[in-house]
């Protein structure tokens, strides 16, 4: 079983992931577009067991 590691943009909230993604794929909607700074973004759909959070700014 895979573990995928992520954070947020600033790099503050840290997240992994165990297990494959159900889904991914890009999207080119407004909201993506604006967020992501370019023409599309990635996403991906995972389940919700075999994922934790850590937020790196109150250590
Ligand atoms: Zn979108």
């Known amino acids: 079983m895979s573990v995928l590691p992520g954070s947020c943009l600033s790099g503050n909230v840290r997240i992994a ?4 993604p159900k889904r991914i794929g890009i999207c080119h909607c407004t909201d993506c577009r604006q967020e992501s700074g370019s023409a599309f ?8 067991v075999g994922w934790g959070a850590a937020c790196t700014t109150h250590r």
């Open 17 to 20: 992931v165990r297990g494959d």
């Open 41 to 48: 973004t990635y996403f991906a759909i995972l389940l919700r």
